[in-house]
């Protein structure tokens, strides 16, 4: 493809048979693509020879170039800059350390214990600055959480994304799979590592001990994770975000931290290095949000060494591809004090699983499960028998915290399609964008967006601070809160969203493919993890507990 060309040498291309277009300064020869292009070949042999940008970008969005582009792509035109060359080495980066702000007087929060008063720097803007489509960081205002090793992050999982993803997501969404070798390289770049919630994640289980390229272990925190979740959601799928971190994200954290040693050690390495998947399952048919209600049985054996597990656990993430299982139990009476979380191992015979069909997150493996008899040896106990309900509670604010970024992000994707396509799409012989109607619906959703996304940092860096325990304690009622808030919130940017792509986002695959996937997805967040209801409603109680612990006067 490294062909230079004149504007005449492409015009003599010009036939059905010899067919090639110029897009943005690039030569294309689409004689044989033709018969294949899904909006027919005489569109394209209107255009043979001539430059055919603006009628492309009329049609198609920046995917399928970069999905195309190898194939079809044959040269650049001659009067094209030629690409700049890289410098031999690329200039230090200087790394500014993470700005601590200080707690108000009267919080209970801990007191930064390291003197960083640093003023906060904005750092380069990143991405397409289009106002409120990234977090306001990515587009130089200032911010006390971002330092140089989120911006380099930043920058390596989105170049990842964009190469690797960005331009089969449609595919592999309709193929209900993401390909191994994806997972796999989550792994290799130490992702997975990166996201347990440990600091410092541990580099020297992944594969080669390298942990991630732009991050060192030790400087790992809670807002790289947030921010490797928050590129991976810019996919606009929740299929595909399910898929890489759905079932490793809430089934592995558990075990980490309350498993036996030697069991952590045998399993976690296969884990880390995305050979094997492991998922959490707690949600059965009759018990969901209700979790201290479930029924899966598991009976210790007469010689003590076993549990013996019988039980069916329904909408379970990812079970269709996994070997390990965290799995919630009855060892007990009823009630919360009856449950206990087993490390399941399907090796271990007994475990059936089968895919579920759902109305969205298609390439995420909906799984429904039946334990028939499974002989679980008693070393898999997680954390200390019918104390299993502070496993999973402990867990909730992790996995509602990944929730609430991917909900967020996904709106943000809604919000970002829609205003690029309000830019080009003319109805009534002006663009959308010139339309108040569509400015009114673009400033409601941007509202939201940031409205909820600061809110989220701000619990973000109460959770590091915190730790576990006291976040499980103080930060349960906020972090339901804003589960509830980013899933209305995603709600209505796709329904928005959906409204100003029209048609295209009424049919699968094309220009409106995200919005129409998203609005698909909605459900797959409002649900799971809490229903928005309950969310709210324990939001409430559980912030008037903290608080008259506080010593609230009312
Ligand atoms: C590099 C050249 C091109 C490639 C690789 C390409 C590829 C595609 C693909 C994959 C689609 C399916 C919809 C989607 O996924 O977006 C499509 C649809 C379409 N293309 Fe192209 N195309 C090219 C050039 C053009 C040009 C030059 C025109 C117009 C002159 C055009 C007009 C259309 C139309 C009208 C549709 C149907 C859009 C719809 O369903 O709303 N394409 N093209």
């Known amino acids: 493809m490294s062909g230079r060309f004149s504007t005449a040498d492409v015009a003599s291309h010009n036939k059905a048979d010899n067919l090639w277009i110029i897009v943005d300064e690039d030569v294309y020869d689409l004689t044989k693509f033709q018969e294949e292009h899904p909006g027919g070949k005489k569109i394209l042999q209107r255009v043979a020879g001539k430059d055919a940008s603006k009628q492309f970008w009329k049609y198609h969005n920046e995917s399928i170039l970069k999905k195309f582009q190898k194939q079809l792509q044959v040269g650049s035109l001659d009067s094209k800059a030629a690409p700049p060359t890289p410098p031999a080495t690329p200039p230090a980066k200087k790394e500014k350390e993470l700005v601590k702000p200080s707690a108000e007087p009267g919080v209970v929060a801990p007191q930064p214990t390291a003197a960083v008063e640093e003023e906060a720097e904005a750092l380069d803007p990143f991405g397409d600055l289009v106002p409120y489509a990234d977090p306001s960081w990515y587009q130089s205002y200032h911010s006390p959480y971002f330092n140089e090793t989120h911006a380099a992050l930043r920058e390596e999982v989105r170049e990842w994304v964009e190469e690797e993803i960005m331009p089969n997501v449609t595919e592999w969404e309709e193929a209900k799979k993401v390909p191994d070798k994806i997972f796999k390289q989550m792994g290799e770049r130490g992702y997975l590592a990166g996201l347990l919630g440990i600091h410092p994640y541990p580099a020297h289980l992944t594969p080669n001990g390298a942990g991630v390229k732009s991050v060192p272990p030790e400087k790992w925190d809670l807002f790289h994770e947030m921010l490797l979740t928050d590129e991976l959601s810019r996919s606009g799928s929740g299929g595909l975000v399910w898929n890489l971190i759905g079932g490793f994200g809430i089934g592995c954290p558990p075990l980490v931290k309350f498993g036996k040693k030697e069991v952590v050690q045998r399993v976690l390495p296969e884990i880390l290095s995305g050979d094997k998947r492991i998922c959490l399952a707690i949600t059965e048919p009759d018990a969901g949000s209700d979790v201290a209600n479930l029924t899966c049985e598991a009976k210790l054996s007469e010689d003590g060494k076993h549990y013996i597990v019988n039980g069916e656990k329904k909408w379970i993430t990812n079970g269709i591809w996994c070997e390990y299982f965290t799995v919630a139990v009855r060892t007990g009476g009823e009630g919360m004090n009856g449950v206990s979380v087993l490390l399941i191992e399907r090796s271990m015979g007994g475990v059936s699983t089968r895919r579920m069909d759902c109305q969205g997150v298609w390439s995420s493996g909906t799984t429904y499960i039946t334990f028939e008899d499974v002989n679980v040896p008693v070393e898999n106990l997680i954390g200390k028998e019918n104390q299993g309900f502070k496993v999973v509670m402990t867990n909730f604010n992790h996995e509602r915290i990944g929730i609430i970024i991917q909900c967020l992000r996904f709106s943000r994707v809604c919000y970002e399609e829609s205003m ?48 576990d325990m006291e976040a499980m304690l103080k930060l349960g009622g906020a972090i339901a809160s804003l589960k509830a808030q980013s899933t209305t919130t995603f709600e209505f940017c796709a329904r928005e969203a959906s409204q100003i792509f029209g048609g295209l986002s009424y049919s699968r695959g094309g220009q409106g493919a995200k919005v129409e996937r998203l609005y698909r997805d909605v459900r797959a967040y409002a649900i799971p993890g809490g229903s928005e209801e309950i969310m709210l409603d324990l939001s409430i109680r559980q912030a008037l507990r903290v608080h008259k612990a506080l010593g609230m006067k009312l």
């Open 420 to 467: 690029k396509y309000a830019h080009k799409r003319k109805t009534f012989g002006k663009r959308l964008i010139d339309h108040p109607v569509i400015r009114l619906k673009l400033a409601h959703m941007a509202r939201q967006i940031e409205a909820s996304y600061n809110w989220l940092e701000n619990l973000i860096y109460q959770c590091q601070r915190m730790g």
